[in-house]
């Protein structure tokens, strides 16, 4: 897959993704035990052996083919790591996906989220066979519904008692958008 970007308005920066490899376990660990990251997500705990042998799967290509599971990219903030998003298949026969994504604390409420899951979304709905791709969020995590909202997926559902985060089962929302909803951004 070639590298996805997005031109921001001048005074943003410019979102652009590419997938995962090895070499970006550690920075991944790293982004894994920011506080803000981990404020609405319970993320394992996972060696860096374990994260660089589950980016050795990483076949972005299989996408483009119908198969394969689980799939990541990094964001790119002017070029340089900010975050990443994976997306993990569901059902390839009905078309079912679900997303999941997070950025480095420094780079967080600047826009790069939305334009990059906007890259995204655009090539799965224009290049694979996925009709409906979900997203799921702590009911806490109000700039991940922001994010949600602003890329047109709506909210479907409360989830109750959906995850225990920092020991406590916490509800989440459920969004969903399907590939008739989806607007491509319009180059700026």
Excluded at 52 to 72: H, I, M, T
Aim: hydrophobic share 40%.
């Amino acid at each position: 897959m070639a590298e996805l970007r997005a031109t921001p308005p001048e005074s943003r920066l410019r979102a652009s993704l590419r997938p995962t490899y090895p070499a970006d376990a550690p920075l991944l660990l790293r982004w894994r035990a920011e506080e803000s990251v981990r404020r609405h997500q319970p993320l394992s705990e996972v060696s860096l052996g374990q994260l660089r042998a589950e980016l050795a799967l990483n076949r972005v290509d299989d996408l483009y083919r119908g198969r394969g599971d689980k799939f990541q990219w990094i964001i790119l903030a002017d070029a340089a790591p900010v975050g990443w998003i994976t997306l993990v298949v569901t059902n390839w026969e009905h078309g079912l996906a679900e997303l999941g994504y997070a950025l480095t604390s420094a780079y967080q409420r600047r826009g790069l989220m939305v334009q990059g899951l906007n890259l995204l979304l655009a090539d799965l709905f224009f290049h694979t066979e996925l009709e409906r791709i979900e997203a799921r969020c702590s009911v806490e995590n109000t700039g991940s519904q922001k994010v949600l909202t602003q890329l047109g997926f709506r909210r479907e559902g409360r989830l109750r008692g959906y995850f225990v985060l920092h020991g406590e089962r916490v509800d989440n929302y459920l969004y969903a958008i399907l590939r008739e909803d989806f607007v491509p951004p319009r180059p700026e």
